[in-house]
Nanobody
């Protein structure tokens, strides 16, 4: 079973930046970043196909967040810029191991391996 381990969360001031990492122990067809804000449903904010490296972003973050990958270490990064208080929450990375088509159309049930999450707090 593939394991995903997130790191890099913390406290940051509004307007600041933070980079999260998601280290995968094995192969996944796609890796996504999810945000669970306080009192809100979990939301997918990006998904990256590991085959071609293409990333799909949610509209709410596409101009501020960037996903990049280190193939040598099988680690996916989420660079977050111009952070806002609404970005506060627990960030999870998740993977899809079976073929389900483009990851931006995957249902939540398709994401079959999850990391433990890392807390990001945006506050002055």
């Amino acid at each position: 079973q593939v394991q995903l381990v997130e790191s890099g969360g913390g406290l940051v001031q509004p307007g600041g930046s933070l980079t999260l990492s998601c280290a995968a122990s094995g192969f996944t067809r796609a890796i996504g970043w999810f945000l669970q804000a306080p009192g809100e449903d979990i939301e997918r904010i990006s998904c990256t196909s590991t085959g071609d490296g293409v990333t799909d972003y949610a509209e709410s973050i596409k101009d501020r967040f960037t996903v990049f990958r280190d193939g040598a270490t099988n680690t996916l990064y989420l660079q977050m810029n111009t952070l806002e208080s609404e970005d506060t929450g627990v960030y999870f990375c998740a993977g899809i191991q079976k073929f389900v088509g483009p990851c931006q159309f995957a249902s939540k049930a398709d994401w079959d391996v999850w990391g433990q999450g890392t807390q990001v707090t945006v506050s002055s």
